[in-house]
């Protein structure tokens, strides 16, 4: 994984390089999540079928229906630990049964909101500084034409 990193953070430190030399020839680029799972989990077969497993999997347990499923789980070991009457047996019971199992799919939905929100925001500001892009080369291509027009206006003036 550091390698990984050390090399995207080397392409990056090229791509930054070149996009103040050259800044009319700059193509903003757009960074999509199966390039992500390619560096995190590498372009085999194996890493292929790890990722998918690893999305599929997350997608099951990121849900609330999953979060009530493991609700009714937990709730099934509740009647043993009331009965057991034990303080550190409701403790545990809360702590390993209920909160564990009920806490995860609900944290994963919340990430998955916050991803999603993320994602429309990263589209929404590549779609505008694409365009501020497009529109700065054309500023630059009006600019270069005013000058072409200066430079014959004084070579008449001469």
Same mark, same amino acid.
């Given at each position: /994984?550091?390698? *990984?990193?050390?090399?995207?953070?080397?392409t990056?430190?090229r791509?930054?390089? %070149?996009?103040?030399?050259?800044p009319? +020839? &700059?193509?903003?680029?757009?960074i999509?999540? $199966?390039?992500?799972?390619?560096? $995190?989990h590498? !372009?085999t #077969?194996?890493?292929? &079928?790890?990722a998918?497993?690893?999305? +599929?999997? !997350?997608?099951?347990?990121?849900? /609330?229906?999953?979060?009530y499923? &493991?609700?009714?789980?937990?709730?099934?070991?509740?009647?043993? #630990? @009331? #009965? =057991?009457?034990?303080?550190?047996v409701?403790?545990?019971? +809360?702590?390993?049964? &209920?909160l564990?199992?009920? +806490? @995860?799919?609900?944290?994963?939905?919340g =990430?998955? $909101?916050i991803?999603?929100?993320? *994602?429309?925001?990263? %589209? #929404?500001?590549? %779609? !505008?500084?694409?365009a501020l892009?497009?529109?700065?080369?054309? =500023?630059?291509?009006?600019?270069?034409?005013?000058?072409?027009?200066?430079? @014959?206006?004084?070579?008449k003036?001469?």
């Amino acid at each position: /994984m550091t390698a *990984d990193r050390s090399t995207d953070r080397k392409t990056h430190e090229r791509a930054m390089d %070149e996009a103040r030399k050259t800044p009319l +020839l &700059f193509i903003p680029r757009h960074i999509r999540n $199966v390039e992500i799972q390619r560096q $995190v989990h590498g !372009t085999t #077969a194996i890493g292929g &079928f790890n990722a998918a497993v690893a999305v +599929l999997v !997350t997608k099951v347990v990121g849900t /609330m229906y999953c979060a009530y499923a &493991f609700t009714l789980i937990a709730l099934v070991a509740l009647p043993a #630990a @009331l #009965a =057991q009457g034990s303080p550190t047996v409701l403790v545990n019971w +809360l702590s390993s049964n &209920f909160l564990q199992l009920v +806490l @995860l799919p609900i944290i994963l939905v919340g =990430q998955s $909101v916050i991803s999603k929100a993320q *994602d429309a925001r990263a %589209e #929404a500001d590549h %779609e !505008t500084l694409t365009a501020l892009h497009e529109l700065s080369k054309l =500023q630059i291509d009006i600019l270069h034409g005013q000058n072409e027009i200066l430079d @014959l206006l004084k070579q008449k003036a001469a």
